[in-house]
């Protein structure tokens, strides 16, 4: 049994053997074979590539991937151009492995530059410059004639280097300046001023469907129901100058639908035609001269509900008002792009109002006073003074607010108004209007149910818009 496994034993070591054997013969095979054909490849002289095979090898596989990056990298690897001078005296000893100098510090080996935090800045490339210039003098003083190139025999389209004497000043340069034409005359710009306009105009139109609700002592009757309203704002304008006028003409519309009138299916509910001119003289800053007048009327017949008195026809009535004053206008600037104001505020302390209805069968009552008979008039005329000032305002490019304030006094009567419109506009023609009209009149009766002058009027409405 002890033979059987000494022969076993004995053929194991055999076999061990002859495998290192072989794997030794392999591994010299291929070393050998790389060898040559690094010197096949290049054609450099042995101590470059006992320099290459030494140190290029053991370094990681990303610095070099194969000789011809490294001849990219490494100047040793292009031609050897002989730059003169003589080295310093150093022993040189050459062998396949490493490259040795007496009187000279050792080279470090390569694994010690694998580590980052070992490894200084600018370590490795001082390390590629030493060995640089030490193979580069070893091919010098042993293979002198692997030098193709000299300093002085470089061929004729290589640009040789030049010195220049510090001590002289100047250096002289041939240049010469291209010859140039002289420029043809060419005539001056004519700048082009285009005519100022004078007039100016913009126009504005609604139509919407609403819901309007008044008080109960409403001057034209008391409304409460959806509607469909139309509004329009025509402005022709004209400033030159210290002279401006001023020309405006709206228009407001207003069909309901009449539920508790048993008479009709439908009602007209605001429906008022105003034009308004104001001329204006340059004073001082913003204020102005200025003189006014305003024409104001019906233009379609509205009834009492369940019954054929109207409370309003076409020129019954109509109201013209006239004054002379002074007129604040005002247009400042905002940073914002969209935002903008336009203010004009008119004091008219001597102004006359005119009133008079071409219907004598309206309800009068709305308009005018009794005469001494007992009788309503259908004529009014007087003198006072009146305020008025509207007001757009452009928050930005889809809010805007508009108001208007109307008030007269001859001292013994008063009326006033107060218009306001506030615009959402939700896309460039269709827009949302909140609309609230304040109405305060002292000379008209009071109605049952209602112990006041004040007379409201809101709306909320939805539809088309269009501006210009």
Known sequence: MNYINNYLMMNHINNYHRFCALFSAFVLFFITDTDAQYRKTSGLPPEVMAWTVSTMEPWPPHRYKSLKEAMIDNKIFIPLVFRGGMFPEFDYKYSRDSIKITDAPPIPPAFEYKSKRIRPMFRHYKFDKMLNDLVYKNVMLQNPEKFKYSLRQL??????????????????????????????????????????????????????????????????????????????????????????????????????????????????GSDELRLRSNFGLKAISNWNYSSSAEFITSMGNKYVANSKVKNSAFLSPYTINAGIGMTYAVKPKFKKKDRSMNLSLSLEPLSFKYMYSKDKKINLSAYFEKDENGNYEHVLRTFGSTITMTNTIQFNKNVSWYSRLYYFTNYERVLSEYENKLDLALSKYFSTTFYLYLRYDDGVEKTEGSDTYLQVNEMFSFGFSYKW
């Open 155 to 268: 061929p004729e389209t290589i640009i040789k280097p030049q010195s220049i004497d510090k001590s002289n000043e100047y250096v002289g340069i041939n240049i010469k300046a291209p010859v140039t034409t002289p420029p043809e005359k060419v005539d001056p710009v004519i700048k082009f001023i285009p005519d100022r306009k004078y007039w100016t105009s913009s126009f504005s139109a609604d139509i919407k469907f609403s819901q309007n609700r008044t008080s109960d002592n409403w001057y034209k009757g008391e409304i409460n129901n959806m509607n469909i309203y139309t509004n329009t704002i025509t402005s022709y304008n004209y400033s030159r100058d210290k002279i401006s006028l001023t020309n405006t003409l709206s228009t407001t519309f207003t069909i309901n639908n009449a539920p508790n009138d048993t008479m009709r299916n439908y009602t007209i």
